[in-house]
């Protein structure tokens, strides 16, 4: 997929760099990443030693007026780390927007590293961050299941509020990368328990727990998702469209059958919850040896359609979480996918090969309602 060649290598380096400076000191972050650095900037730069040049300032690139009044319908807070902008964090100007506000309120973010932790609470429903590319426009932080009392409050943004969107920008947990059998190092990048959230051209980089989908219903499109154990987890009802899930486990050696990895983990804990997790034209490539999917909870519900998946795929595809009572309960379906990972001569018994019927529900927006609820991209 021509997603995963977007990523920008010095993009990654740079955020294990800031997992290295955050596990000593939190407050010595001054290197700025050359991707980061808006192409201003580098004018200024050249300008330096050219004194008979009028000198530029970093916030030249704004256009005037940005950005623009209120309407009735609409507000835009502007965030720039530089001073660019009235905001330099993003909690500031989620901050400053009105309690159940009616308007769509749009967080511009600017280029950028924003490391702080984020949260959206429920009293600010109707909120947008638009980054300017998920290459170059992060929010990172690094808590832990232990640092944080909990995985589920380690997330570097934690989402409770209704009807969020997100646009071109990256959530990144820049925690140390967990050994085997390690305790309390779960890392989540986002949680998203509002209703009706949507992510266009987002990246979620992390490695055990990284995408937190924990209730509401979900879309994502064109995303870049990364991580190693369980990394999209939760009892929400999603779909992925076109998304990029790429596995950074350990490679496995040659020879060697061990399981170091898995996608999903559908927390459905009741046949009366109408979740699950629908994947419809992803990709699946990294490293490891990995499932498709690990059942959570005892109902836990995924399916993976029309998707092309690398041979890192176990044969089995999927996995009870070692209960062999779920497996009357679990409902694991795959329809119409290829790859060195898709052969399902080998999948585990209680996986379902979906005819065209039974794949319908999950192959398109109608799965999560989205026809009351769902905008098209703007």
Known sequence: MALIKGISLCFILYAIFVAFVSTNNLSSLPIISPLLIPNNIDRQR????????????????????FPPPDTNTTSILCVDRNGCCKFTTVQSAIDAVGNFSLKRNIIWINNGIYF??????????????????????????????NSSHGTFYSGSVQVFAT???????????????????????????????????????CGFFGSQDTLHDDRGRHYFKDCFI?????????????????????SMANPVPVGVKSINGA??????????????????????????????????RPFSRVVFSYTSMSDIISPEGWNDFNDPTRDQTIFYGEYKCTGGGANVTMR???????????????????????????????
Not at 51 to 65: L, N, Q, R, V, Y
Request: hydrophobic share 40%; aromatic share 12%.
């Open 46 to 65: 050249k300008h330096r030693h050219h004194k008979e040049e009028t000198k530029t300032s970093i916030c030249d690139d704004f256009p005037a007026g």
């Open 116 to 145: 702080e932790k984020v949260l959206v609470p429920k009293t600010k429903p109707n909120i947008t961050f638009q980054g300017q590319g998920f290459e170059t426009t992060a929010i990172i932080w690094n808590d832990t299941a």
């Open 163 to 201: 009807n969020f969107i997100a646009k071109n920008i990256s959530f990144m947990n820049v925690a140390p990368i967990p050994g085997p059998g390690a305790v309390g190092a779960q890392a989540v990048a986002i949680r998203v328990s509002g209703d009706q959230a949507a992510f266009w051209g």
């Open 226 to 246: 990364q991580g190693s154990i369980d990394f999209i987890f939760g009892n929400a009802r999603s779909l992925y469209e076109n998304c990029q899930l790429n």
């Open 263 to 296: 996608i999903t983990a559908h927390g459905r804990a009741s046949n009366d919850e109408n979740t699950g997790f629908a994947f419809v034209n992803c990709n699946v490539g990294g490293t490891g040896r990995i499932w498709l999917g690990r059942a959570w």
């Open 348 to 378: 585990a018994p209680y996986t379902q090969m979906l005819n065209d019927t039974q794949a319908s529900p999950f192959l398109s927006t109608s799965f999560i309602d989205g026809d009351q609820w769902l905008e098209p991209f703007k």
